[in-house]
């Protein structure tokens, strides 16, 4: 199959039904993907998901250069960005961080 797939518990988090419209957002920068049940662009077009958690979403994965003729790729949570739900690939990635008085850090 090449297209994308959410787990049990992702699905039963987003209070998904027989068949769901979500957004796919790709970050170019640190090849993460994003995703939400809204989008700001009204011309957006969402993907639709079945009960199972299972879109046939070519098109996304082709613009993402996401290579998946030999094996599936898995993308794990990372957290939540606003309304967006964000997963990245395992491995390393440049981090830029800020520090303030209080200790607090902050991604750049």
Do not use: H
């Not at 297209?3 to 790709?26: H, Q, R, V």
């Amino acid at each position: 199959r090449n297209g994308t797939s959410l787990n049990s518990a992702l699905m039963a988090d987003l209070e998904a039904e027989e068949k769901t419209e979500l957004y796919l957002f790709w970050d170019d920068e640190y090849r993460r993907i994003g995703l939400s049940k809204t989008c700001p662009d009204s011309k957006v077009i969402p993907f639709t998901f079945d009960n199972r958690g299972y879109s046939p979403a070519k098109e996304f994965i082709q613009y993402c250069q996401i290579d998946t003729s030999e094996k599936g790729v898995k993308f794990f949570y990372e957290g939540m960005e606003g309304n967006t739900y964000v997963f990245g690939q395992t491995g390393r990635r440049p981090n830029t961080f800020k520090q303030q008085k209080n200790g607090d850090l902050e991604r750049l």
